[in-house]
């Protein structure tokens, strides 16, 4: 069974920076792919950012590209989301999600899909100052 830990959440000014970690337990992360999501008061979940199971392909979220990169350190098993920039409208929940490997002999790319994902966090608060 797969736990997603986040931290690093909390309170932010606009076009300062945060660092979001995602720890997880279970002993495939490093074939897995990682993904962030969020969703803000009133409004659906939506992708923010998500990367392969090696780190070398990633996608964003139109809104965050070139703001919030995805880096992920397999030795430690931990996804990071960096927010670099931030601005009033990232405000929201920030969830980890890991898309597993396990009972497979694959490597899994990044997905943009919410269903593509097998476990998720229990969610962490942004909540960026204007």
């Known amino acids: 069974q797969v736990q997603l830990v986040e931290s690093g959440g909390g309170l932010v000014q606009a076009g300062g920076s945060l660092r979001l970690s995602c720890a997880a337990s279970g002993r495939t992360f490093s074939s897995a792919a990682m993904g962030w999501f969020r969703q803000a008061p009133g409004k659906k979940r939506e992708f923010v950012a998500t990367i392969n199971w090696s780190g070398g392909r990633t996608y964003y979220a139109d809104s965050v590209h070139g703001r919030f990169p995805i880096p992920r350190d397999n030795a430690i098993d931990t996804v990071y989301q960096q927010m670099n920039s931030p601005k009033h409208e990232d405000t929201a929940v920030y969830y980890c999600?890991?898309?597993?490997?396990?009972?497979?002999?694959?490597?899994?790319?990044?997905?943009?899909?919410?269903?593509?994902?097998?476990?998720w966090g229990q969610g962490t608060q942004v909540t960026v100052s204007s």
């Open positions: 999600a890991e898309r597993d490997s396990s009972g497979t002999d694959y490597y899994m790319e990044a997905s943009t899909e919410e269903y593509r994902y097998d476990y």
